[in-house]
């Protein structure tokens, strides 16, 4: 058989992306932007102005982001962040409006983290490996 992910994807896709849905996309985006530095790549508007969706890069990774409704309403998922300071992102995401789930500390499985919860409801690990290796069993 032959492999199905072997096709084109554009910068900063891999062959899985996370695509979120929010109540207040706009505002999830603005949270983005503010405590992780991201871009906007791309947007697209429905004709009564909700966003259709929105392409939105974090460090080197893109995933999409829509107005949640229907089905999509009450979604959250969970992100693992690969950074270099761990202490410094948590802190950015917690002034820009994130709450605490974990405060950052070093792990039994060698990385560093830290957790926060975004406006909608989304949490985000924060972590940085402090061991320069795969894990491990």
Known sequence: ??????TY????FTSVNPYLFAEDPEGLIDFLKKAFDAKEINRSTMPNGDIA?????????C???SQARDQ???MRTSFY??????????DKAL???AKSELQPMDM?????????????GNYWWISKRLKEEQYSD
């Open 1 to 6: 058989m032959e492999n199905v992910f072997d």
């Open 9 to 12: 994807r554009p910068e900063g």
């Open 53 to 61: 969706n929105s392409i939105v890069k974090v460090g080197d990774s």
């Open 63 to 65: 995933f999409m982001v």
């Open 72 to 74: 999509f309403l009450g």
């Open 81 to 90: 962040l690969f950074v270099n300071d761990v202490d410094l992102v948590y």
């Open 95 to 97: 002034e820009c409006g």
């Open 108 to 120: 039994t499985y060698d990385d560093r983290q830290g957790g926060v919860v975004d406006p909608e």
